[in-house]
């Protein structure tokens, strides 16, 4: 049976709060196209990979090349306010990075973003050297809830499924873990249902050796604070 263990871990929203830089940079992306966006239009779309979200808001208007363009432009945007004002890791993520790190796990992104932009955030959190393998946008076919992002994580790790835990803050993230015959860790900053096999609100709730003890079957003491 292989030793290897891996922790695989979603991006946005779990690793760091980008709600606001993407909000930001749709708002004004779709200004310069002539079109006003609502925050609540924002917030239905958020998670969802760019093709399928800026057609909707393009309406008849859509061409795939204009699409193309405008998700472009809106990751340049995105990406220039990371690297401008820098952004923070949510509670309890550096030291859990650096905690599994030490530990000898395998670390991986498995995330929906645009590997350009994965690239700037681990840039900004100074985490590049933490992870073996990242898995964006451009290495799937098929988004979450669909494994596929999960599976080619492990695979790249060199991890079995059932060797893997996967930290997720959307449904859709946790629903994929489960299909791939994967652990989940459910952050759930706005107590939002998870069906994760364990649910915290935020990342430093967590016991040293949560991700250990959840491998190995067992139920997880969270801290209480």
């Not at 979450?144 to 994580?153: C, G, I, M, R």
Request: contains cysteine; glycine residues 8%; negative net charge.
């Amino acid at each position: 049976m292989s030793q290897v263990r891996a922790v695989l871990w979603d991006m946005d929203g779990t690793l760091i709060d980008s709600e606001e830089l993407h909000w930001i940079s749709w708002r004004n992306t779709m200004a310069t196209e002539g079109i006003a966006i609502t925050h609540e239009q924002f917030l239905a779309s958020f998670g969802q990979r760019n093709d399928s979200i800026v057609p909707r808001w393009l309406g008849a208007a859509a061409t795939p090349e204009r699409v193309e363009k405008i998700a472009n432009a809106k990751e340049e945007l995105y990406r220039h306010l990371v690297r401008r004002d820098g952004i923070s890791p949510l509670p309890g993520v550096a030291s859990c990075l650096d905690r599994l790190h030490k530990q000898g796990w395998r670390q991986a992104i498995a995330s929906a973003a645009p590997r350009a932009n994965i690239d700037a955030i681990l840039e900004a959190l100074s985490a590049t050297h933490i992870f073996q393998s990242i898995v964006s946008a451009e290495d799937v076919h098929r988004g979450k809830p669909d494994p596929e992002v999960y599976l080619t994580a492990a695979s790249r790790v060199g991890a079995p499924p059932g060797r893997c835990i996967v930290v997720e803050d959307a449904v859709a993230g946790v629903e994929g873990a489960r299909s791939a015959g994967m652990r989940s860790i459910g952050v759930s900053h706005n107590g939002k249902h998870l069906p994760a096999d364990i649910v915290v609100k935020s990342l430093d709730l967590l016991d040293d050796d949560a991700f250990e003890v959840l491998l190995q079957g067992n139920s997880v003491v969270t801290k209480n604070r």
